[in-house]
């Protein structure tokens, strides 16, 4: 499993709740459905298919989704290999883990759906992420790629949407399966730059905070599948990451802190009160119109110069710590000598009623206190990867 730590924040159930299509979704679908209609086996042009995707409204339902999931990925239903059994699985050195990962993800399941069903599609899922990792050993799973393999889980079934998720692990989720998170870390500073090109006051603010990219790690990995509460934005974002290059996810997060700067100028500048905004999505964003600013910042700044950009931050940030450390390492020297000269410069020297046995024992149980809060909360809010 890549090693990746990441600030935690609790799962938000996902909300399946439908709502009645608008005018403009109503004409969207009559259209895809009569493009449909007309296609021989159900099969639109890429092209087309793309336009659909990205434009408004994306493929509406999930009755399209289940036909046009698979074109989008490049999956050809009707060569789908048959599903191996649980039980054939269960000697996998990662099968623990994804099930552990599987069976905290009930809030990814419709509610009041029958519990022979839900574990059903819990056995599907494992069967579909074990089926990818054991193919391609080369790959590492994360915790996080269970998010996405559900959606397609729900909307595709399991055939399919083990197709998919082999394909995509092979190409969109390709860096985030790496022996570490190392490339992905990398990947996520390409936000930066987008940000300081499109609003420079924004990225010194966010820069001075130290926040950091923590907090869009989820997203990335997920494809906002972990971080939203509401179904229909997370298939309408697959719709439009399916329809999109691979590093689309990094522009949606552009777009998203250009959006939300108001906000974020009202926050202390300081990483803990940014990072606790930031990493909690507001419930009413509105998506088509950060996927249209999405789209075109994709269009407006090439990865080159973006890549470019990331080099010279790395460098500064290399130079910083280079600068950091180095002051460290004088002033432990100092103290060094300090301590060389007069043998008296010691703890017990300045505070000689600190050190007695009473307060080393009480030294010791508060230490071993704070150790097993530190190992608790690293768990909860640092755990390896996403729960």
């Not at 599609?121 to 494992?126: G, P």
């Not at 399916?242 to 959006?259: D, G, K, N, Q, R």
């Amino acid at each position: 499993m890549s090693n990746v730590d990441e600030i935690k924040i609790d799962q938000p159930a996902l909300s399946f709740e439908n709502s009645p299509e608008n005018d403009d979704e109503h004409r969207k679908r009559l259209e895809i459905e009569e493009l449909i209609a007309q296609s021989d086996n159900q099969n639109i042009s890429l092209n087309t298919l793309k336009k659909l995707a990205l434009t408004s409204y994306g493929l509406v339902n999930d009755n399209l989704r289940r036909i046009l999931w698979p074109q989008l990925a490049g999956v050809d239903v009707t060569t789908l290999e048959r599903a191996p059994t649980l039980d054939e699985l269960q000697n996998h050195p990662e099968y623990n883990q994804v099930v552990l990962d599987v069976n905290r993800s009930l809030k990814r399941f419709p509610p009041g759906i029958p519990y022979e069903q839900r574990i059903a599609l819990q056995d599907q899922l494992t069967v579909l992420i074990l089926r990818v990792i054991k193919k391609y050993p080369n790959l590492r799973y994360y915790q996080g790629y269970h998010d996405v393999a559900v959606t397609f889980l729900l909307v595709a079934g399991e055939e399919v949407a083990y197709a998919i998720m082999e394909q995509l692990s092979t190409t969109h989720f390709s860096e985030c399966m790496q022996e570490t998170m190392e490339a992905t870390q990398r990947r996520l500073m390409f936000i930066w730059p987008v940000v300081n090109f499109e609003n420079p006051e924004l990225y010194q603010f966010l820069q001075r905070s130290t926040v950091g990219t923590l907090f869009a790690l989820p997203w990335y990995l997920t494809w906002f599948g972990h971080s939203l509460n509401s179904y229909k934005a997370v298939v309408r974002l697959y719709d439009y990451f399916l329809a999109s290059p691979m590093y689309t996810p990094i522009f949606v997060t552009a777009a998203i802190l250009l959006h939300r700067s108001n906000e974020i100028f009202k926050e202390d500048c300081d990483m803990a009160s940014v990072h606790c905004l930031l990493s909690r999505l507001p419930e009413d964003l509105p998506f088509e119109v950060l996927l249209k600013t999405s789209s075109k910042l994709y269009d407006k700044y090439s990865l080159t110069v973006i890549e470019k950009e990331v080099e010279i931050l790395i460098l500064k940030e290399k130079e910083q710590r280079n600068v950091e450390e180095k002051l460290l390492l004088e002033r432990r020297k100092k103290l060094t000598r300090s301590v060389s000269k007069n043998p008296s410069y010691s703890l017990s020297h300045w505070f000689p009623n600190l050190l007695t046995p009473k307060s080393l024992l009480v030294t010791t149980a508060v230490s071993i206190v704070v150790g097993v809060c530190a190992y608790y909360y690293k768990n909860q809010y640092l755990a390896a990867g996403i729960s």
